[in-house]
């Protein structure tokens, strides 16, 4: 990692000195390191900055980012900011363009490198549009004034038009019958779909595309500027997103989508060849696959779509054309994120970047990446690295006083899980940590269950892993059967058997850290989001004499129910049990959290979101009352406002704090 000394939290100091120099720095860092004194709060982990994503400049000299701001204390409740901020590509001072409280996305450079387009809702429209500002700073321009508003936009290569999507308002009719109190909803019908418009930038006017009812997602245009490729589903359905999209065509200026690639399962980002002609995406070998985890290339003119990485044992997540027959890809191989070169005619691999830093996508000029990475030390920061010399160059500080905090160690652990399959995780010790003392365990188990917990930065405000290891727990984040980074058959390894095999990867983990003597395995407790939410109430019912205590955050606790009212009916069936409901109800009701409640005797606090439409509130509600009736101790908190997850900050500390209190109250006194 190069090293940093700065007074101003976005400036580094290049690592040219002399040996002797940087000797002395990294002795004053370790020393400094030693010296820390800081303590974890739920105040500071909800305060972290973050950068979103980096784009560099088409001349390869300065990189535009966005960084995520917290609401300050005491502010009126909402989401975080993205504010808008420039760093010269070869490292130096920060400047913020677009500061809180507005946000942006999607930053866009014009080819000339003088203006940076961006999507805002601004004070002076009440609906978000394109504008631009000059990289160099300024006033901001309105580019689109458009009535419906501009969900996500695409800047010709020329710069002599932009695409963007909107979404279908009200019609004269379902105006006024608001006005009347009849705007009652009937369920299928009266869909407001996203369409394609096309702004010239000469010009105010702009054109619907997309005329017919489709419901578009991702888009890009050609590099010659002549077509746009889109994603699209007949239906604005949250599974009809996931599992029904296709691929389509579209001649400007005038002309109707084509599919070029229609097979069921989930898709995700795609790029288009410099050429023009051919099309790299991300999509899922087949309609039970868990994630688009899989690269694909197709003509543009149609034929068959040809998956460049078959029994690929880990997870590509982007692709980007290096040339006309190469495709750089960015993908999670176990815990770690990797950088490689793949042939587009054969899809021979060759791996250029392995190592700490994390990251998920890049933007590129010439050999230069730019991207916004983390590692176990910190949050997303803004990184360069060069295709010859891929060691990435870390150019910004968003968090200065990190450097004071008495941080966790954290490595990656494997074991032996359900079958002999290797499972592995990321382990953070205690802080303070003693060896040949035992700690209590908490679990902190990721969602999905495609998801995945890599050796990056590990403390959010619904994982907060730190603030765990400071309060003298041993966290374990194990990545079971069915988690991102091992490839297809991994991903379907749970498949018609949830909370079975998966579950004693995890059970398994904790009696590997027990056999090496650094847990005490009769204070053990678990806590997670969504997926997690199930695992920790799976593991306070049907394991309950193996946990001391849990969190759950959004779990599922009644399958069968959760089937009836969630808004992922056919990808819960097709992508997470690969079983059509009801074939098998016995199965589905063994695997309920609920059918062990004579069984349960462990303590839960339990969390949920009132807007929560993917996992509905009813889970929570349904488990607290369980609860209750049995007598067993159990928390419920209702977080106003707040969907699948929680975003505000003021909600975010309560449930650290919640969740601190809880597994003190309950793991840490020996029985």
């Not at 504008?131 to 800047?155: C, E, H, N, Q, W």
Request: glycine content about 8%; charged content about 20%.
């Amino acid at each position: 990692m190069p090293i940093y000394a700065s007074t101003d939290n976005h400036v580094p100091m290049k690592s040219t000195l002399p040996k002797y120099i940087l000797l002395f720095i990294l002795f004053s860092l370790t020393a400094t390191a030693s010296a820390q004194t800081k303590e974890w709060t739920p105040e500071l982990i909800a305060d972290l900055k973050s950068a979103g994503n980096a784009w560099i400049s088409p001349d390869g000299k300065t990189i535009a980012y966005t960084l995520v701001v917290p609401r300050k204390a005491g502010a009126k409740p909402g989401n975080s900011y993205a504010e808008l901020w420039t760093i010269p590509a070869d490292g130096g001072k920060s400047t913020q363009l677009i500061a809180a409280p507005q946000s942006v996305t999607s930053p866009t450079w014009s080819a000339d490198n003088q203006y940076l387009y961006f999507v805002a809702k601004r004070d002076n429209h009440d609906k978000k549009q394109v504008y631009r500002i000059k990289a160099t700073g300024g006033p901001v321009d309105m580019i689109t004034r458009s009535a419906l508003g501009v969900g996500a936009f695409a800047l010709s290569s020329d710069n002599a038009f932009i695409i963007y999507t909107a979404t279908d308002g009200l019609t004269e009719e379902q105006k006024k019958n608001k006005e009347t109190g009849k705007d009652w909803k009937v369920a299928g019908q009266n869909y407001s779909y996203s369409r394609l418009y096309m702004r010239k930038l000469q010009d105010s006017t702009a054109t619907l595309l997309t005329k017919e009812d489709l419901h578009v997602g991702r888009f890009s245009i050609t590099p010659d500027g002549k077509t746009i490729v889109f994603q699209a589903c007949s239906k604005p359905e949250t599974d009809q997103v996931y599992l029904y999209q296709k691929i389509y065509t579209l001649q400007l200026p005038d002309g109707k989508p084509k599919v070029i690639y229609g097979a069921e399962g989930k898709l995700a980002g795609m790029a288009v060849s410099p050429d023009s002609r051919k099309l790299a995406f991300l999509g899922a070998v087949d309609i039970t696959d868990p994630l688009a985890q899989s690269l694909f290339v197709v003509s543009l003119d149609g034929g068959e779509a040809r998956n460049l990485s078959k029994d690929y044992k880990a997870s590509v997540t982007f692709s980007h054309w290096l040339d006309e027959n190469r495709i750089l890809t960015v993908a999670a191989e176990g815990c770690q994120t990797t950088i490689n070169e793949v042939h587009a005619a054969n899809g021979k691999t060759r791996k250029i970047y392995s190592g700490p830093v994390i990251l998920h996508s890049f933007t590129r000029t010439g050999n230069i990446l730019a991207f916004a990475g983390d590692t176990p030390a910190h949050p997303d920061e803004v990184f360069t690295a060069s295709l010859g010399k891929p060691d990435p160059k870390r150019l910004t500080i968003s968090n200065p006083g990190l450097t004071d905090v008495r941080m966790a160690k954290q490595e990656v652990v494997q074991w032996k899980g359900a079958d002999g399959w290797n499972i592995e995780g990321i382990l953070t010790y205690p802080v303070g940590y003693t060896e040949g003392q035992k700690y209590p365990l908490v679990l902190q188990i990721h969602g999905g269950p495609e998801g995945v917990s890599d050796n990056g930065w590990r403390t959010r405000p619904v994982y907060p892993v730190q603030l765990l290891a400071a309060n003298g727990y041993f966290v374990l984040e194990p990545n079971y059967r069915g988690s991102q980074g091992r490839g297809v058959a991994f991903s379907k390894g749970d498949h018609k058997d949830l909370g079975g095999k998966e579950f004693e990867d995890v059970l398994k983990g904790i009696d590997f850290l027990a056999s090496k003597n650094k847990i005490d395995s009769t204070r053990v407790g678990s806590g997670g989001f969504s997926y997690g939410g199930y695992f920790s109430a799976w593991a306070a019912t049907r394991y309950s004499k193996r946990f001391k205590a849990v969190t759950v955050g959004a779990g599922i606790f009644n399958w069968l129910s959760f089937q009836g009212t969630t808004d992922i009916i056919l990808e819960n069936t097709y992508v997470h049990w690969n079983l059509m409901w009801p074939d098998d109800i016995n199965l589905v009701m063994d695997r309920s959290p609920v059918s062990y409640i004579n069984n349960a005797q462990t303590p839960a606090l339990i969390v949920h979101g009132t807007d929560d439409d993917r996992v509905p509130p009813g889970q929570g509600i349904e488990m607290y009352n369980a609860f209750r009736l049995k007598n067993i101790p159990v928390e419920l908190v209702m977080y106003e406002r707040q969907p699948h997850g929680i975003k505000e900050r003021e909600a975010q500390i309560d449930f650290m704090k919640r969740t601190v209190a809880w597994f003190n109250r309950y793991l840490k006194s020996p029985e």
